[in-house]
């Protein structure tokens, strides 16, 4: 499959500051989502990440707390802003509707970003 | 809206016993199912996927057959080994083809195999 990687890929942050995550797939896709993971749960979707345009946000989540930017079709950063302990995640890069590998409507994810809050 | 419901867990096994982990989804239209597992301290992998009704999906032992009359995609092995110790996830993408779309998860299901 496609390689999808996430920078940092672990993280200890101090409550209040802003980190950001990178993510960088080694070909071109259409679609590019972000979900969080929080401790013994499922996988929610934050937003997806559009291209040259404002990303499209899921209920419960907003622009002011996760900007999101997609300068291209290969790249993609998401900032978790003023943290809180409540925002101790894993924040996953998930990437779809590529060629070859990726082609079709399935969806490949990252390994994850591991962010603790303290 | 779309919804998916998984097993419970966690789910223990010896090794060599039969796996079962249900899944059933409620969506309109025809969507596509996959499984992902998710080892320990690692990201998401999709173990296997069907796009249409009475398709089977198969990978590293692991079958699913999309049941569009019981609105199924029930995750089974064979003979489980304790590397097969991870948290699976079903998820239902709204679209059976064409462009990628967000995914709709399960709650996961923690599988434990011992020796």
């Known amino acids: 499959s496609a390689v999808i990687s996430q920078k940092p890929s672990r993280d200890i942050c101090q409550r209040g500051t802003s980190l950001t995550i990178q993510c960088q797939v080694d070909?071109?896709?259409?679609?590019m989502f972000w979900y969080r993971q929080q401790p013994g749960q499922s996988l929610t979707l934050i937003a997806t990440?559009?291209?040259?345009?404002?990303?499209?946000?899921e209920s419960g989540f907003v622009i002011d707390k996760f900007p999101i930017s997609r300068p291209n079709l290969t790249f993609s950063t998401l900032t978790v802003s003023n943290m809180s302990p409540e925002d101790s995640s894993i924040y996953l890069c998930?990437?779809?509707?590529?060629?070859?590998?990726?082609?079709?409507?399935?969806?490949?994810f990252g390994e994850g970003s591991w962010l603790t809050v303290v | 809206g779309d919804s998916v419901t998984q097993m419970e867990g966690p789910v223990t096994l010896s090794e060599e016993a039969f796996l079962t982990i249900n899944c059933t989804y409620t969506?309109?239209?025809?969507?596509?199912l996959f499984w992902y597992v998710q080892y320990p301290g690692e990201g998401l992998q999709l173990l296997l996927k069907?796009?249409?009704?009475?398709d089977k999906g198969s990978n590293k032992g692991f079958e699913a057959t999309y049941r569009k009359e019981t609105t199924s995609f029930h995750l089974e092995k064979g003979s489980v080994q304790v590397s097969d110790s991870a948290v699976y996830f079903c998820?239902?993408?709204?679209?059976?083809?064409?462009?990628?779309?967000?995914?709709?998860f399960g709650s996961g299901t923690q599988l434990t195999v011992l020796p």
């Open positions: 998820a239902l993408s709204p679209i059976s083809s064409g462009s990628a779309r967000q995914l709709t």
């Open positions: 990440a559009n291209q040259g345009s404002e990303a499209t946000y």
């Open positions: 070909s071109q896709v259409t679609m």
């Open positions: 969506a309109t239209g025809y969507p596509s």
């Open positions: 069907a796009t249409k009704a009475d």
């Open positions: 998930s990437v779809g509707g590529g060629t070859g590998q990726i082609s079709g409507n399935t969806i490949y």
